[in-house]
């Protein structure tokens, strides 16, 4: 009996299981079928630090493309990545850095080569009083100036250690964070004198933070490719939506938040 | 019981069950032990032995007498207060930390007074100390409070007609009485403790041997080395087992 209700029990977990996952496929499969010109979803996996310019870029590619509805997967560029390993139903891939590209085209991914659309380099953020009077790069050496570093396991974190020994300086951070907005909160609420985030995330942080330009920023520039992924249903509007982003309207956007043209 | 209970019941026990599995089949054995003997993952293991320890020994100084108000009196709004100290229960750990930002950070609302104390407290294992005794405080007094219900007022009462004054009660008659479910309820805070994440990650920061605690470092290992963030997952996995473990011995030998 307690043999049978465990295969039973494990049978009833497994069909569960499937249920859920068929819910995905079937939506997945519904955009498919739906592809006709007037109504076509694609999906673009893009970079956490892409939200706002995409988002914006969205609404005009819908704009031109009548029956086009595009919708966005925003995460760090290594989950994303993992995602679609995973077999997660994306059209468009945009990373923020080359190295989770990489990863993308060697597993065969991604259809054709992706173009470079965007660079972004590191700023210095304090809050708006700038306690510390944190000038330069070198300030931030000052064991008395409490400052917050990305993790050099994460893509800024790898960035920040480049400028510092472009610089010459040495860092010792009070905290290590998992990613930029971690860094850009911690400087937000005051706990830290000064961080080191992306020339774009304390545009889009407005008032909160002041930004503090160094000339070393540029010996770092991560550079943002995208490209069009090879499972698209939709690999035609796929394309022309990467297209779009390296085109004139998209640069415009992108220029407008503060990245620069790779 | 109807006998087809057992076949919703084994589907949840395989819900729970299944995932540890399925972790436990992706360890790289051959690896396993100096993934988790790594200079960081050793900082970050002792670090959070080392708060999580502090954190209950807090929680025992704090819980005690709030177990034995909630339990041996009644006061207007009781019900109301004893909802408010269960409220770390069930807030999400990320709320949890910005409270704590907004109290003990240095712009907080306490943040002037220990700031002329000359205390730092952002970025510091005293920070990951008050987020681990935030959110498991509620565990040791909602065990201990329970406990102190079961066990009754017989003896104490008995113990003051005889004579004994107050503390002399607390001391020798309901302490104890209620040993275990005061051990139980420790140990489910130390495991509390342990696994804190969100309310660190949000008021204290992360840096290695300072705030860095497991569950921060395994999170950080899985962005460049996945391999080791499973070996250090199952470590905390044994932990929590051997917990559990000491809950039930200690739960054993309590009076029913």
Known sequence: MKRIAGSCAAALLLALVAACGSSDSDGAASTATSATPEQTTITVFAAASLKGPFTEIGKKFEAENKGVTVTFNFAGSSDLVAQIQQGAPADVFASADTKNMDKATADGLVEGTPANFATNTLQIATPPDNPARVESLADLADPDVKVVLCASEVPCGAAAAGVEQAAGVDIQPVSEEQSVTDVLGKVVSGEADAGLVYVTDVKAAGDTVLGVTFPEADEVVNTYPIGALADSENLDVAQSFADFVTGAEGQAVLAAAGFAKP | ?256
């Open chain 2, 1 to 256: 019981m109807p006998r087809w209970i057992y076949l919703p019941a084994a589907a949840g026990a395989l819900f729970i069950v299944l995932p540890l599995v399925a972790m436990a089949s992706r360890v790289e054995w051959g690896q396993f032990w100096s993934l988790i003997t790594s200079d960081s993952s050793r900082a970050a293991l002792m670090l959070s032995l080392r708060t999580s320890a502090m954190a209950t020994l807090l929680c025992v100084v704090l819980g005690v007498p709030m177990a034995l108000v909630l339990a041996r009196t009644t006061f207007r709004g009781q019900g109301l207060v004893r909802s408010l100290v269960l409220l770390p229960l069930v807030l999400p750990p990320v709320v949890g930390g910005i409270a704590l930002l907004y109290t003990f950070g240095r712009k907080g609302l306490l943040g002037e007074t220990i700031d002329v104390l000359g205390l730092q407290i952002a970025f510091s294992t005293t920070a990951v100390v008050i987020a681990q005794t935030f959110v498991s405080l509620p565990f040791l007094v909602v065990s201990l409070e329970g406990t102190l219900r079961t066990a009754g007022q017989r003896y104490e009462v008995v113990a003051s007609t005889l004579g004994a004054p107050p503390t002399t009660v607390l001391r020798r008659v309901t302490l104890p009485l209620v040993l275990p479910g005061l051990a139980a309820g420790a140990v489910l805070s130390f495991a509390r403790a342990l696994g804190e994440f969100g309310a660190t990650i949000t008021f204290a920061g992360s840096l290695e041997g300072v705030t860095r605690t497991l569950p921060l470092e395994i999170y950080l290992q899985r962005e460049s080395n996945p391999d080791a963030a499973v070996a250090l997952s199952l470590v905390l996995v044994v932990v929590a087992v051997l917990v559990i473990g000491l809950v039930r011995g200690a739960r054993g030998v309590e009076a029913p």
